[in-house]
């Protein structure tokens, strides 16, 4: 069973910045297309950005520029790396797992539905204040 565990959720001021980690444990041996999501209150959980197994990478537009996604295959760490911070960005971040391929997505500059991986985090809370 894979397990995910989200760290490094804060409260910081606007224009700050942040480092999200997770954590993959109790996985087989392979790769995984991962991602951020984020869902803030009374709000649908939304994708922030996705990573292939070879660092191919994607970004929702409210993101781009401000934040990078990255990941250390030998340490099974994923990263969100989140600059110029605003207030809007205030939300639970979920880091996510799939089994299947992100070449697809990647290749269509998108990031997939909730619904298309498998394994998820409980989320960190990130509070962006003005």
């Known amino acids: 069973q894979v397990q995910l565990v989200e760290s490094g959720g804060a409260s910081v001021q606007a224009g700050g910045s942040l480092r999200l980690s997770c954590a993959r444990s109790?996985?087989?041996?392979?790769?995984?297309?991962m991602a951020w999501f984020r869902q803030a209150a009374g709000k649908e959980r939304e994708g922030v950005a996705l990573?292939?197994?070879?660092?191919?990478?994607t970004y929702a537009d409210s993101v781009k520029g401000r934040f990078t996604i990255s990941r250390d295959n030998a340490k099974n760490t994923l990263y969100l790396e989140m600059n110029s911070l605003r207030p809007e960005d205030t939300a639970v971040y979920y880091c996510?797992?799939?089994?299947?391929?992100?070449?697809?997505?990647?290749?269509?500059?998108?990031?997939?539905?909730?619904?298309?991986?498998?394994?998820w985090g409980q989320g960190s809370q990130v509070t962006v204040s003005s």
């Open positions: 996510a797992a799939a089994a299947g391929s992100c070449y697809y997505y990647l290749s269509q500059q998108q990031i997939p539905a909730p619904t298309y991986f498998d394994y």
């Open positions: 109790g996985s087989r041996d392979g790769l995984y297309c």
């Open positions: 990573i292939a197994t070879d660092g191919g990478t």
